[in-house]
């Protein structure tokens, strides 16, 4: 199918199936006239692209881990091991937020935020 159609069939921009064309997530084949020709899978790819990256996957852990979810014999379990391991990284960037909070609300009515904590402004 032409670029068109896959941007059609996704939601996606043209420019966007091009971007992830050059970065190596999905591939199509030139034409004689040039065209991009996508083969229908891509569909259900670029459909588990967006997904992974609402639940917060990075493009390169995508491109990733989708060459091993490929050939995993239970996809499922493939999966849940990766949603996992994206459980510890929130977590453990959740506790670097809230130790942040912590120590941008101790700074509040300080005078100069901007100085250490406990020296005199």
Request: net charge neutral; glycine share 10%.
């Amino acid at each position: 199918m032409r670029i068109g159609e896959l941007a059609a069939r996704t939601g996606l921009s043209r420019d966007t199936i091009r971007f992830y064309e050059k970065v190596g997530l999905v591939e199509g084949r030139r034409l004689a006239n040039g065209y991009r020709d996508f083969p229908p899978e891509a569909v259900a790819w670029l459909d588990y692209v967006r997904t992974a990256q609402t639940l917060g996957f990075s493009l390169a852990e995508i491109a990733r881990n989708g060459e091993a979810l490929r050939g995993a014999p239970d996809t499922a379990e493939a999966l849940s091991a990766l949603f996992e391991e994206k459980i510890h990284v929130v977590d453990a960037r959740m506790a670097e937020l809230a130790a942040l909070r912590a120590e941008l609300a101790a700074r509040v009515g300080t005078g100069c935020p901007l100085l250490a904590a406990g020296r005199p402004g």
